[in-house]
């Protein structure tokens, strides 16, 4: 269980990178151009509502004092009433953790359900055409731009082929699962590209390690050393590698729920940047910080249990 001690100081270790990104998120809201309260108020508002309004959501305080306050809200578990919305902002992020959430969990499924059976193909085809057709697509993958495959990915399925809807999260779980194909289908094609490519050296340099010529002397059959012992040893790098890129799942999903009007925590911190809601922007950012790093830390765990010998 010393392999696990890590589990008890990490936690203390990720408190002033949360601190910093507080600071940094801080900032650059307040780097937005605009005012708030005049976005609010529209363009009849006059200087004697806009002091009020900034008066009431502590926009007139010093820079400094604002974000004592910010911590101050956090530290209750609070993050500030939406400007926009007249509500508190821990509760208008609660109604929107659910499409969100339901959205990455898909995505990363059907990145695994694609980058695993390309990556097998490829690394048992090394330098054959299928291996070649294999990172072609990967790069490809990696190149296109989310919006613009969502774009391509409504135009087929949904204009002409008429099989998925446009736009939209449904009601019952089947209109759910329904609407929410196309946004992890283009989340999930750039993702398991990277995975691919991720996976497929692993796999390689797996097929070639002392464990596989061991079981292929002990006169295991090819695909069982495969599947048995190339494959868990190669998932630990690519487990990491999708720890880390899961910052760019999450503005990945402000994207795609922004083109598929998904109501989602990317779409309203898109709309809340827009309208200069700064308690939204706050709430949101530092959600996706908080969730990013649990992310990495339970990446820790399950890399450490796949793989004895690393030591954190």
Not at 20 to 48: H, K
């Amino acid at each position: 269980m010393h392999r696990y001690r890590f589990v008890l100081f990490r936690p203390l270790q990720l408190l002033p990178v949360l601190f910093g990104i507080s600071i940094i998120i801080f900032i650059l809201v307040r780097l937005i151009p605009g005012d708030p309260a005049r976005v609010l108020l529209g363009t009849r508002s006059t200087p004697t509502a806009i002091a009020r309004i900034r008066a009431q959501y502590g926009l007139d305080e010093p820079l400094w004092l604002q974000y004592f306050y910010f911590l101050e809200n956090l530290g209750q578990g609070e993050m500030g009433k939406s400007i926009l919305y007249k509500i508190d902002v821990l509760k208008l992020i609660a109604t929107r953790i659910e499409p969100t959430l339901t959205l990455v969990l898909a995505s990363v499924l059907l990145s695994i359900l694609i980058a695993v059976p390309m990556s097998a193909i490829a690394a048992r085809n090394n330098g054959r055409l299928a291996d070649h057709a294999v990172r072609i697509v990967s790069t490809l993958g990696i190149g296109l731009p989310p919006f613009w495959l969502a774009l391509m990915l409504i135009i087929l399925f949904s204009v002409r082929l008429g099989v998925l809807p446009v736009s939209g999260y449904g009601e019952t779980i089947g209109d759910k699962l329904a609407h929410l194909v196309l946004p992890s289908l283009t989340i999930a094609l750039s993702l398991s590209a990277v995975l691919t490519r991720s996976l497929r050296a692993a796999m390689i340099v797996a097929l070639k390690s002392d464990l596989a010529t061991a079981a292929r002397a002990r006169g295991m059959p090819e695909n069982v050393v495969f599947w048995r012992h190339v494959l868990p040893n190669s998932l630990v790098p690519t487990l990491n590698l999708l720890a880390v890129n899961i910052g760019w799942l999450i503005g990945g999903t402000v994207v795609v729920e922004t083109v598929f009007a998904i109501p989602g925590m990317g779409q309203l911190l898109v709309r809340a940047i827009f309208s200069r809601d700064y308690m939204v922007v706050q709430g949101v950012a530092m959600v996706f910080a908080c969730a990013t790093v649990l992310v990495n830390f339970l990446a820790d765990i399950v890399t450490v249990s796949l793989d004895p010998r690393i030591r954190l």
